[in-house]
């Protein structure tokens, strides 16, 4: 596992990387960039059987984010590796651990045996980085995981959706989430979100009382760090 903190993914305590490799292709992954210096074909998938017992390797509780270099989620992933992942997430359960996927709707078929302390999430973009349908999909698809575990990472976040129904949609997310994390564009085209549109949604996450977590990479100001009751 890798130790996270200030200057990384600072909403964790470690991050683990039992299945590597993701299909999804988006322009703005980091993977290929930083992994690509160092061995071939970053994403092709794989499952790293010497690194499944690494939660193990630490008796005191932390947040383990799963899958930092990947989606194990993938539609390519054979399920008998999603269940050697979960048997450890249950086996350790000393740990929360956080998955984030762009294929949430996957969750359903894994609902009955994720363990309560997995937290499911779903990564969206907003601005015109993607299709606002498959977005608002996504979300609905996060609806299939355990309930009362549920995360939305709006990250990259572009700014608001180029459509009239904005404001409603981003509402609509919010107010169906457990928890909210929320980034810039990180690297060479690093992107901060607009500071009007991340004013409106930390009112509107106030506003539905939602624990939100604003990265550093977000941009300068006194933005609010916030876990919900069952992480922290």
């Not at 322009?27 to 059987?49: I, Q, S």
């Not at 404001?167 to 901060?192: E, F, K, N």
Request: proline share 9%.
């Amino acid at each position: 596992m890798n130790p996270q903190g200030a200057g990384k993914i600072e909403w964790c305590h470690f991050t683990w990387n039992p299945i590597t490799g993701c299909k999804h292709g988006c322009p703005y992954c980091y993977v290929p960039r930083v992994k690509g210096r160092f061995e071939k074909n970053p994403m092709e998938p794989r499952l790293h059987k010497g690194r499944l017992t690494e939660p193990f390797s630490t008796r005191q509780s932390r947040l383990i984010f799963v899958g930092s270099t990947g989606d194990m989620w993938g539609e390519w992933v054979p399920r008998e590796w999603i269940e050697q992942v979960l048997t450890i997430c249950r086996e350790a359960h000393w740990h929360k651990y956080l998955f984030l996927t762009k294929n949430p709707i996957r969750y359903r078929q894994f609902a009955p045996i994720i363990p309560s302390n997995c937290w499911c999430g779903t990564s969206v973009s907003g601005g015109t980085m993607e299709g606002h349908d498959f977005e608002l999909k996504r979300v609905n698809w996060l609806h299939k995981a355990p309930a009362g575990q549920q995360f939305i990472s709006l990250e990259p976040w572009l700014g608001r959706l180029s459509n009239a129904g904005a404001d409603v949609l981003i509402d609509s997310w919010i107010a169906t989430a457990d928890w909210l994390i929320v980034g810039g564009l990180t690297g060479p085209r690093a992107i901060q979100p607009p500071t009007e549109d991340l004013a409106d949604l930390v009112e509107t996450a106030k506003t539905y009382r939602v624990p939100l977590f604003v990265k550093d990479n977000a941009g300068p100001g006194d933005w609010p760090k916030e876990y919900p009751e069952g992480l922290r």
